[in-house]
T-cell receptor, first 112, second 111 residues
Framework: DAKTTQPNSMESNEEEPVHLPCNHSTISGTDYIHWYRQLPSQGPEYVIHGLTSNVNNRMASLAIAEDRKSSTLILHRATLRDAAVYYC?????????????FGTGTRLTIIP | NAGVTQTPKFRVLKTGQSMTLLCAQDMNHEYMYWYRQDPGMGLRLIHYSVGEGTTAKGEVPDGYNVSRLKKQNFLLGLESAAPSQTSVYFCASNEAFGEQYFGPGTRLTVT
């Protein structure tokens, strides 16, 4: 499976935007970029995913580099509830290959 | 919908004891997974299933067995628990190409 690289930790002030980077230089053409997050003492939850174009949903935005070797998850206005570990994951779209491979993620701390 | 539920939430076992963790989903998903998460680490895949009656090994399958007799249930068994299996266990499910939904986790301690 193609690997991703994320910073171990980041801090951000409450109510400010947060940009979480992810490098995936060995990404293949059939890999989607997925983001999940894990709040304290909970299971992971889906945040957003994309293939080539930038994506927006109610939780976040995903900006994908033109060469697809990196991406950035954007939280537009961080709240204390956004403090979590964020995982950037590459998911192959080949039928039957639904597995997610989790790294150690980025631990995001929100400062009040 | 309850989503993905896990039973039990907590369990303490002595070395050598056996137990079964139950995962249930009410979303009619084909794919189901068992992960473990050790402190400070990401989730690692133990076993998974691509449909009723099928199972496959993940990254760390040793010491565990699974069964998927019904589409909505995925069971994880420990035949002879070891302290190295102390962990938090998460179950997940998804439809084809869909997002994975995770359960709340089972915290297992083996003494």
């Amino acid at each position: 499976d193609a690997k991703t690289t994320q910073p171990n930790s980041m801090e951000s002030n409450e109510e400010e935007p947060v940009h979480l980077p992810c490098n995936h230089s060995t990404i293949s053409g059939t890999d989607y970029i997925h983001w999940y997050r894990q709040l304290p003492s909970q299971g992971p939850e889906y945040v957003i995913h994309g293939l080539t174009s930038n994506v927006n949903n109610r939780m976040a935005s995903l900006a994908i580099a033109e060469d697809r070797k990196s991406s950035t998850l954007i939280l537009h206005r961080a709240t204390l509830r956004d403090a979590a570990v964020y995982y950037c994951i590459l998911r192959d779209t080949n039928f039957g290959n639904e597995k997610l491979t989790f790294g150690t993620g980025t631990r995001l701390t929100i400062i009040p | 919908n309850a989503g993905v539920t896990q039973t039990p939430k907590f369990r303490v076992l002595k070395t050598g004891q056996s137990m079964t963790l139950l995962c249930a989903q009410d979303m009619n998903h084909e794919y189901m997974y068992w992960y473990r998460q050790d402190p400070g680490m990401g989730l690692r895949l133990i076993h998974y299933s691509v449909g009723e009656g099928t199972t496959a090994k993940g990254e760390v399958p040793d010491g565990y067995n699974v069964s998927r007799l019904k589409k909505q249930n995925f069971l994880l068994g420990l035949e002879s628990a070891a302290p190295s299996q102390t962990s938090v266990y998460f179950c997940a499910s998804n439809e084809a190409f869909g997002e994975q939904y995770f359960g709340p986790g089972t915290r297992l301690t083996v003494t």
